[in-house]
């Protein structure tokens, strides 16, 4: 497990736009490496993803997921989404096919490329193990940590090993406003903003989230 003072740091160290969205992702949202990387920006339902592909090795498998309860909305906290708007503009997709991150030749990122060219050496910078981060690492830390923010049912919900029907329904489904004021309890916890404050005034760290 990475604990908060270190995701912290690491977050902290990360300035280049893209690189830190992708950390945040990993870190809150808990998906898996196949599904960061498969996401599409028709999958961003504005507060939430919904899986619906995944990738791996540079191939995009659509309409695959690991499983039927994989299908479900993982919540989108509001810093996160500042973010994404911000990446938006920038990247200025021209469908809602393309990928959210994606190489130069638009295929799939290389998960093993992006960790060993752009986060470990940030990591080792700050003495911190490069084989904990890992999205797989980020995933099991979300759940360390919100076992103080939410119940087991939450985190189960989050993580999406709960029972799912149909995929209709999951489309259908929203998100459960437990599950939301946990990843927002999270993710003020770990990135030192107060939990009391209004979503809509956030204002992150500059130098962790900084958008200009």
Not at 46 to 70: H, M, P, R, V
């Amino acid at each position: 497990m990475l604990p908060p003072e270190t995701l912290r740091r690491l977050l902290s160290a990360i300035v280049d736009k893209r690189d830190r969205l992708i950390l945040l992702i990993g870190t809150f949202c808990a998906v898996r490496t196949s599904e960061v990387l498969g996401l599409t920006w028709g999958s961003y339902l504005g507060d939430s993803f919904l899986i619906q592909n995944i990738a791996w090795e540079g191939k995009l498998y659509e309409g695959k997921t690991k499983t039927k309860k994989s299908r479900a909305p993982v919540y989108v906290p509001a810093e996160i989404r500042q973010l994404i708007a911000t990446w938006k503009a920038l990247a200025n997709p021209q469908s809602e096919d393309e990928l959210l991150f994606s190489s130069r030749a638009g295929t799939p990122m290389s998960a093993r490329n992006f960790f060993q060219r752009r986060i470990y050496p940030i990591a080792k910078s700050l003495n911190i193990n490069p084989h904990l981060v890992t999205f797989q690492v980020l995933r099991r830390s979300c759940a360390t940590r919100n076992q103080k923010h939410g119940s087991m049912k939450d985190i189960q919900e989050h993580l999406r090993h709960a029972r799912i029907e149909t995929t209709g329904n999951v489309y259908m489904q929203p998100v459960a406003e437990s599950v939301r004021h946990m990843v927002e309890a999270d993710i003020a916890d770990v990135l030192g903003v107060s939990p009391e404050t209004k979503i809509e005034n956030l204002r992150i760290n500059s130098t962790l989230l900084n958008t200009s």
